[in-house]
């Protein structure tokens, strides 16, 4: 789990299949309030968060964690100090939740390829405000008071649903994908709950953010090495093969002595890779010699 640097133990993790992903980290200044994590996604494949918040958080106040995905509010925890002040709290989200009747319905999270087109459109404000944001999956713990039940029940998370987007909306971005939201499905029950911000709504004392991308994306930003052209393979000459090599640069030399001793003379000569001449014949006292007409 990425670990805050501020907060001891205060940690998160996002899993695909039930297991944590392997996280990267970039050169960052360890007294930021956010902390930064790359990993690599997959189109298609769904993912959860998972967080952990240590006991000495909860000495003075209660605690409100929101998971937000593209720059959309998932899920909303309110964690009262009395109830967690010694053992601390953890969670596990694999969707959103709203209320639909008298149900709970959730909807799961899946990552997606960001397709995009060449045509010179116009970019729509909801578009790009989504596009700010995408990529991104956020847990921000907040310190609340006066925790209270939920006047209004909360509102089914919504993403701007988009097929493509024009290339010049991501000009210079490194973002490679996008999460898409599965068909709702009911889930457990959920008491909804609000709480007064100490410092402040949207300031909360401690953020962990990861930066989901393609492996290809993550090495154009040199978090993941590029690879590496493979090392020419060198030529093993065997001990046989070199007494081979031997032997016929020594054939060479003796035939190039036998043509020098050979100077002037017109019988056969061989030559490498020719066949021998013919020999012209005679006949002699023992061979029949027939005329023809």
């Not at 700010?132 to 008071?145: D, E, M, N, R």
């Not at 290809?216 to 690879?227: E, F, G, Q, T, Y």
Request: net charge negative; charged share 30%; proline share 5%.
């Amino acid at each position: 789990m990425a670990p805050h640097p501020l907060f001891p133990n205060l940690e998160a993790s996002v899993l695909m299949d039930n297991r944590p992903v392997v996280e990267l980290y970039d050169h960052e200044d360890a007294n930021l309030q956010t902390k930064i994590v790359y990993i690599e996604s997959e189109a298609g494949e769904q993912f959860s968060v998972r967080y952990y918040i240590p006991g000495y958080l909860f000495e003075h106040h209660s605690i409100k964690a929101i998971v937000s995905i593209d720059g959309v509010d998932m899920r909303k925890f309110i964690f009262e100090k009395r109830n967690y002040g010694y053992y601390g709290v953890s969670r596990h989200i694999y969707a959103s939740s709203a209320k639909a009747g008298r149900n709970c319905m959730g909807q799961r999270f899946r990552f997606a390829s960001l397709d995009t087109h060449d045509e010179r459109s116009a970019i729509e404000h909801e578009l790009q405000e989504q596009l700010a944001h995408t990529g991104t999956i956020s847990i921000a713990f907040h310190k609340v008071t006066n925790v209270r039940m939920a006047a209004a029940w909360k509102d089914v998370p919504s993403m701007y649903q988009y097929d493509k987007v024009p290339e010049k909306a991501l000009k210079g971005s490194s973002v490679s994908h996008k999460t898409t939201l599965d068909p709702p499905e009911r889930i457990a029950p959920v008491k909804f709950m609000e709480a007064d911000y100490v410092d402040g709504e949207g300031r909360p004392f401690a953020v962990i953010e990861f930066r989901y991308r393609s492996a290809a994306a993550l090495k154009s930003l040199a978090i993941l090495p590029r690879s590496s052209s493979p090392a020419p393979v060198k030529d093993v000459v065997s001990e046989e093969e070199v007494n081979k090599i031997y032997l016929k640069q020594e054939e060479a030399e003796t035939r190039k002595r036998d043509r020098a001793d050979d100077d002037g003379d017109d019988g056969d000569v061989e030559m490498v890779n020719e066949r021998p001449a013919k020999r012209r014949c005679f006949p002699t006292s023992n061979d029949e010699v027939i005329e023809l007409d």
